[in-house]
């Protein structure tokens, strides 16, 4: 059964700060990799998904990688902004068409 | 291009009662998914639809259950409520198929309380 876990569970930084939030996944048979974020209350906006054969994809200030051999994918924000306060969840998907979630990283960027 | 849309946005049913929360995927999508969101238990899946079909289904009781329709929107019913089944109910949209590495968009979901 695929497991996923994002680490931290919370951050708190600085504006403009660059971060770094981790997902690991525990069956690396995936066929893509993709990264939410969510804002109170509210449903999941997708940031960025990488596909099984990629390494990484680029939006703006967020860089996302995909190491799956390793079972891990770490979302980079640079120069982070109190916009960027939010819970970022990453999922997996693989063979069964059914994605699973980790329980998100919390952060809140103060100015 | 308008996004995934869910009705209502919130409902408050007391504990023994039923409750259809409904679903409007972007226009081409014909996979939905619904999810259930709790503090407790995170976002769990809950089944999805394609074509009209139920493709796959999470670990959850009969007493949910949910359709799609020939124009792809989706419903989800949800019977004899208990308190339990407050939660926020996700929907997300992708063009499915064949193709498993769809990008998926969730509307802003249902928040439905159970008193």
């Known amino acids: 059964k695929q497991e996923v876990t994002q680490i931290p569970a919370a951050l708190s930084v600085p504006e403009g700060e660059n971060l770094v939030l981790n997902c690991s996944f525990t069956?690396?048979?995936?066929?893509?990799l993709q990264w939410f974020r969510q804002d109170p209350g509210k449903g999941l906006t997708s940031l960025l998904l990488i596909q099984s054969s990629q390494r990484e994809q680029t939006s703006g200030r967020l860089n996302a990688s995909l190491d799956k051999s390793s079972g891990r994918s770490t979302l980079y924000i640079a120069a982070s902004q109190p916009g960027d306060s939010a819970t970022y969840l990453c999922a997996v998907q693989g063979g069964s068409y059914i994605p699973t979630f980790g329980r998100g990283t919390s952060l809140i960027v103060h100015p | 291009k308008a996004g995934v849309t869910q009705t209502p946005r919130y409902l408050i049913k007391t504990r023994g009662q039923q409750v259809t929360l409904s679903c409007s995927p972007i226009s081409g999508h014909r996979s939905v998914s619904w999810y259930q969101q709790t503090p407790g238990q995170g976002l769990q899946f809950l089944f999805e639809y394609f074509s009209e079909t139920q493709r796959n289904k999470g670990n959850f009781p009969g007493r949910f259950s949910g359709r799609q329709f020939s124009n792809s929107r989706s419903e989800m019913n949800v019977s004899t409520l208990e308190l339990g089944d407050s939660a926020l109910y996700l929907c997300?949209?992708?063009?499915?198929?064949?193709?498993?590495?769809?990008?998926?968009?969730f509307g802003q979901g249902t928040r439905l309380t159970v008193v």
């Open positions: 069956d690396s048979a995936i066929y893509n």
């Open positions: 997300a949209s992708s063009r499915g198929g064949a193709q498993l590495n769809t990008e998926a968009f």
